[in-house]
Nanobody, 113 residues
Framework: QVQLVESGGGSVQAGGSLRLSCTASRTILDNNSMGWFRQAPGKEREFVALITPSGVTTERDSVKGRFTISKYIWENTVYLQMNNLKVEDTAVYFC???????WGQGIQVTVSS
């Protein structure tokens, strides 16, 4: 049973934008901090951004000012808006429900120069 469903990845040129979506049940969103992680080829999975149930957000330094995480409860969705994308942002991005240890299937983001 897939509990986190991601969408919105794709290929863009450097400087472009993408918005990732992670859809989950209201129960999951109410009970978990929701995070986005990414894994580039040959590298370990790394934290990107997180939003708590109360809406407090945090991002890794390299994406601050470019990526924004948000949550729309009425849509049961967490978004990751990614602007001014760089080649080094290329990775598979994963949605994560922190407390329940749930992961999405991953979605590819490719940024070309």
């Amino acid at each position: 049973q897939v509990q986190l469903v991601e969408s919105g990845g794709g290929s863009v040129q450097a400087g472009g934008s993408l918005r990732l979506s992670c859809t989950a049940s209201r129960t999951i969103l109410d009970n978990n901090s929701m995070g986005w992680f990414r894994q580039a080829p040959g590298k370990e999975r790394e934290f990107v951004a997180l939003i708590t149930p109360s809406g407090v957000t945090t991002e890794r330094d390299s994406v601050k000012g470019r990526f924004t995480i948000s949550k729309y409860i009425w849509e049961n969705t967490v978004y990751l808006q990614m602007n001014n994308l760089k080649v080094e942002d290329t990775a598979v991005y994963f949605c994560n429900a922190i407390q329940d240890c749930l992961w999405g299937q991953g979605i590819q983001v490719t940024v070309s120069s």
